[in-house]
C-alpha cells in the first residue's frame, strides 16, 4: 500500500511531519517579496502604521505566487501544526546588532522585516496587539534580555519557555501566532506539540471539554489588578481535531476539583511527550496554528553580545471582528 499524506488527525506518526508545511523560496522569490516589502515600507514608513495594516491583505496580492499557494493552503487546512517559508533575505550587516532589550528593537534597519511578516499574515488574517504587552506593539520582538534569563517569559534563555497557546488566558487569543527569525545563528528551537486525539481516554476527554481549568494570564502581560483567572475547558471543537488551550505554567484544576486535577496532568503529561522541535533558522517565517499546537522554545545560552536570536512576532485572528469586545473602539487593534 502507498502512504498517502492526506494531512488529516489520523495520520500515522511517520507521517506526523506532513503537518510541518515548509516552503523554501527559490532567491528570485525572496528577493521580490523583500522588494515587496521594502516599497511598502518606503510608501507607510513603518511596519505598524494603521494604513499599511488595512491595506496589507490587498498589498500582498503582490506576493511571488509560491508563497501565496503555501499561505492559502495554511489558511484552509484545519490540521496544520506549522507553516514555515524558509530563504527569506536578511542583510546580517545592515540589520546590525540584536538589541539588549525589547523596547530598544523597533529599529529603522529591522523595519522592512516587520513589513514582510505583515505582509505574509495578512494572506492568512488580521494582526492584533495587547495594551498589556511590549507598550501595545502590533510588531513585537523576542530576544533573549540580561536579568530575564530565568524569567518564564519569551525574553528568557537558560531556561526552557514552557509551551503555551499564545495568550491561552484570554477569549481574544490568535488564531496564528508569526515569527520571523532575523537571526538565529546558533539554531535554537522553537518547540510544538498537539493533542493526539486517538490516545485521549474519553473520560478524560470528557473532563478537558468542561470549564473546570484556571487560565491565569502569562507572565508576558503587565496587568495592573492582578490576573483574573477565567474557568475555561482546555478542549473544544470536534472530538476528532480539538482546538486546544492550555499553558503549561499558568493553567490550574479549579479549587477542590481533584478529577480536573488529574486530567490536566494526564495532558500535561501527554504534550510534554508530543513536544517536537522545529527549527526556524535565520531568515524563515514561520506561522504557528495556534489552536492546533501549543508552542515553547528550547533552553540556550545567550551572548549579549549582538549576535544572540532575534525574532519578530505579529499575533493573528481569522476574524477581527471576533476581538471587537476586547478592544476599546473598531479602529483599533490593540486588545485591553
Ligand atoms: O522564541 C520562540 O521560538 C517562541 C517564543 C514564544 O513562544 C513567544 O514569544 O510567545
Ligand atoms: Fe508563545
Redesign the pocket.
Known sequence: MTAVATATPTLPDHLADSRHHVLDLTLRDARAAHALAASCLETYKAADDRRFLDEAPVLAHELPLPVRRHLNSARRDEATHVTVIRGNVVDQAALGPTPAHWSEADTEASQVYGCLLVLYAALLGDVTGWATQQAGRLVTD?LPSKGFETSL??ASSELE?AW?T?DAFSPYRADW?G?FALRNAAE?P?TVAHVDARRVPERVRAVLSEPRFVALPDA?HEFADGPAGDLVPILEGHPDLPVLRIDRDFFRAREGDAEAAGALAWITAHLDANLTDVV?PTGAVCFVDNRNVV???RRFRAGFDGGD?W?K?VNLVRDLRRTRPGRLDGATRVIG
Open positions: 523576542i517569559i519569551s519557555l503555551h499564545e501566532v515569527l535554537v522553537t508576558a526556524v508552542h515553547g522554545r536570536r525574532l512576532r
